[in-house]
């Protein structure tokens, strides 16, 4: 790089805590802080590389796009990039968004089948009659022997039945954008999912937020899952329809585990609170030990890889670019 060139880095971990970051850069330290408090750790205009902070609110984590007039590449430590791509308008022309593909898949799918299990077993239940010491047995529904619907089928959704299979289910059946065939088998398209959702006793929903699977979980989707279907979302809460959801929930027809709500956070006095039969855990897929070594190891790699000028990995678009 050439004494003119932009040089700074913005990383949400202290470079001083990532082993192996490439020279060439000066790496800044910026997570945001506690509310979006945090003053910037230099100029704006100077960041070629913007590392989005994590588990920050979304005013927070593109609070500098605007000001970022040379900035490169923008990578995200989520799987999902919906935050940033509602804002593309604010960056220049060519720069490389990138999503942390690698990151949360094993957390992910670790949390899609515990709320899956525990929302069949009973687990909340058991919880409740624990508080008030009662012991309360009876029979619940397995997870053998059952047919899933794995809705999105990107890397969290192959991981999510990576960890199926040993639960010895009776089938699992793919959705995706487009349709493929994978090692395990059919990838169905969207176009597929009213045939596939009436034989389903779990729908797992792990497919990004898009303007295409934005409620795509709406009235007619539900009515078509079986009765006594479970649902459960490890996608993004505006890929339901939350009033639809709600209107199964009441009548017993449905259960549900949620890990994303809309809205989210969801408030104290929402009726998805109190639903029947639904299950809900604070958005946290992703947030576990596993993040941080994962989330490093992506970016020694992609630094490495920009500093080298080498194709970066897991770019999902490139501002300014004709779509395809």
């Known amino acids: 790089m050439s004494i003119d060139t932009p040089r700074d880095v913005w990383l949400p971990i202290p470079p001083e805590e990532i082993d ?10 910026w997570d945001g802080g506690a509310d979006g408090d945090q003053p910037y750790p230099g ?15 979304q005013r927070v984590r593109v609070a500098p796009l605007a000001e970022m007039r040379r900035v490169r590449v923008v990578q995200t430590l989520t799987a999902g990039v919906d935050d940033i791509t509602a804002r593309l308008a604010d960056l220049p022309s060519g720069v490389r968004l990138c999503n942390a593909r690698g990151v949360h898949e094993a ?3 670790e949390l899609a089948l515990t709320l899956t ?22 029979f619940h529904p397995a997870l053998a ?12 959704g192959a991981a999510i039945e990576d960890r199926l299979v040993p639960f010895e289910v009776a089938r699992v059946a793919r959705v995706a954008r487009s349709q493929r065939t994978t ?11 009213p045939a596939l959702l009436p034989d389903a006793d779990v729908v797992i929903l792990s497919t990004p937020l898009t303007e295409t699977t934005r409620g795509l979980v709406d009235t007619e989707f539900l009515a078509r899952m079986k009765d006594g279907a479970l649902l459960v979302n490890v996608a993004r809460g505006p890929v339901v329809d ?20 809309d809205p989210e956070p969801l408030p104290p006095a929402h009726p998805l609170w109190r639903a029947p039969g639904v ?9 576990t030990s596993a993040f941080l070594p994962r989330a490093k190891r992506l970016l020694v790699d992609q630094l490495g890889r920009f500093v080298n000028q080498q194709p970066l990995r897991h770019v999902i678009l490139t501002t300014g670019a004709a779509a395809v």
């Not at 525990?118 to 010491?133: N, S």
């Not at 090692?183 to 999912?193: C, D, I, K, N, S």
């Not at 009548?251 to 994303?260: I, K, Q, Y």
């Not at 299950?279 to 947030?287: A, C, K, M, N």
């Open 20 to 29: 192996g970051l490439p020279e060439g850069f000066d790496y800044l330290f």
């Open 43 to 57: 100029d704006p205009a100077d960041c070629v590389v913007y590392v989005v902070p994590y588990m920050k609110a």
């Open 107 to 109: 957390s992910t799918a």
């Open 117 to 138: 299990l525990a929302a069949l077993r009973g687990v909340p239940q058991f919880v409740r009659a624990q508080e008030r010491g009662h012991w309360e047995g009876g």
């Open 145 to 156: 022997d059952k047919n899933v619907l794995v809705v999105g089928y990107g890397a969290i």
């Open 183 to 193: 090692a395990r088998g059919l990838v169905h398209p969207f176009t597929e999912l």
């Open 242 to 261: 939350t009033k639809a959801l709600l209107a199964e929930l009441e009548t017993g027809r449905l259960t549900a585990a949620l890990d994303v709500t």
């Open 279 to 287: 299950l809900i855990s604070p958005h946290v897929g992703g947030p």
